[in-house]
């Protein structure tokens, strides 16, 4: 069993909508991470939480460490924030690496 | 300021070549680490490094070394290239490690033929 479980894998959606991708996970963490990945390589880190939530522009993440469990959410979506979305997090007794999920491929279509 | 800059973008070697992939952090960071990512395997972590030592290794042969300089750019070698080790090889940049955040590079896309 994978330490970190992304859903959906794949998500495809009409410009506008409100879009939620789930990660789980299953190891004690000091930080979650959220990542966006487009074609070419590239990654961009979005978000860094260890607690609550963070909001940026349309994007919005939320953590549950009881539940060890965070969402990202994308509102009014757009074309443009098609790419891949990956869940990261630093283990708690190992903070100098990070365990990444399998990524969740966003099309948003106009 | 200057982002994490990978040299070179593009590689092509042929199979039993050596290949030296570099990193320069962000100014000021001193934590380097280095992940694979094939379509298969996803992202995999390789090693990370701070103030010039080791301190995290991954799961990968010993054909895959790397190393830091005192101006914390890193550099990492594959020797006796395999097939398989064609990949997206990033790098990451941080004060720290995990609990300070990372910015990426924008790979080095490695094809073995």
């Known amino acids: 069993k994978n330490e970190v479980e992304q859903s959906p894998q794949n998500l495809t959606a009409q410009e506008g909508e409100f879009i939620t991708i789930n990660c789980s996970y299953s190891?004690?963490?000091?930080?979650l991470h959220w990542l966006q990945q487009h074609p070419g390589g590239g990654i961009v880190s979005l978000f860094m939480l260890s607690s609550g939530k963070k909001k940026h522009g349309r994007l919005i993440a939320t953590i549950n460490i009881q539940e060890k469990h965070s969402s990202l959410h994308i509102t009014a979506s757009h074309p443009r924030d098609s790419a891949v979305y990956i869940c990261a997090v630093s283990l708690m007794d190992s903070n100098y690496q990070l365990i990444w999920g399998a990524g969740t491929k966003l099309i948003i279509k106009p | 300021k200057a982002g994490v800059t990978q040299t070179p973008r593009y590689l092509i070697k042929t199979r039993g070549q050596q290949v030296t992939l570099s990193c320069s952090p962000i100014s000021g960071h001193r934590s380097v680490s280095w992940y694979q990512q094939t379509p298969g395997q996803g992202l995999q972590f390789l090693f990370e490094?701070?103030?010039?030592?080791?301190?995290n290794k991954g799961n990968f042969p010993g054909r895959f070394s790397g190393r830091q300089f005192s101006n914390s750019r890193s550099e990492m070698n594959v020797s006796t290239l395999e097939l398989g080790d064609s990949a997206l090889y990033l790098c990451?940049?941080?004060?720290?490690?995990?609990?300070?955040?990372?910015?990426f590079g924008s790979g080095t896309r490695l094809t073995v033929v």
């Open positions: 490094y701070f103030s010039e030592t080791q301190r």
């Open positions: 990451a940049s941080s004060p720290n490690g995990g609990g300070y955040g990372y910015t």
């Open positions: 190891v004690g963490i000091s930080a």
